[in-house]
Nanobody, 124 residues
Framework: VQLQASGGGLVQAGGSLRVSCVVSGRTLSSYTIAWFRQAPGKERTFIAAIRWNGELIYDQDSVKGRFTISRDKAKNTVYLQMNSLKPEDTAVYYC??????????????????WGQGTLVTVSS
């Protein structure tokens, strides 16, 4: 199984961007797919996840009301739509796959397949 993240780029504050994660080798329904991000010098942090059964989980503190995770089963792709972007959203965005129990969904250690990351830069 491989994950391929794409869609990052440079955007002005207040703008929008959608990053994608294509899953190859297995169907989306086999996994929970999550998005994490890592800013320079900081730890990798959880953004959102879509569990195998379609349940959505968000980190409300950092992305409340601005980011939306979704999936297209036909394309075996998970998306992260990011609106009202802020300079502090600048980071490398990673998608990851795993089968965590619900309480572990936000933990990077719960995922065993990672994409290569895509850089999102938000200018002020």
């Amino acid at each position: 199984v491989q994950l391929q993240a794409s869609g990052g780029g440079l955007v002005q504050a207040g703008g929008s961007l959608r990053v994608s994660c294509v899953v190859s080798g297995r169907t989306l329904s086999s996994y929970t797919i999550a998005w994490f991000r890592q800013a320079p010098g900081k730890e990798r942090t959880f953004i959102a996840a879509i569990r195998w059964n379609g349940e959505l989980i968000y980190d409300q503190d950092s992305v409340k009301g601005r980011f939306t995770i979704s999936r297209d089963k036909a394309k075996n792709t998970v998306y992260l739509q990011m609106n009202s972007l802020k300079p502090e959203d600048t980071a490398v965005y990673y998608c990851a796959a795993g089968n965590p129990i619900t309480s572990a969904t936000r933990r990077p250690q719960a995922y065993y397949i990672w994409g290569q990351g895509t850089l999102v830069t938000v200018s002020s």
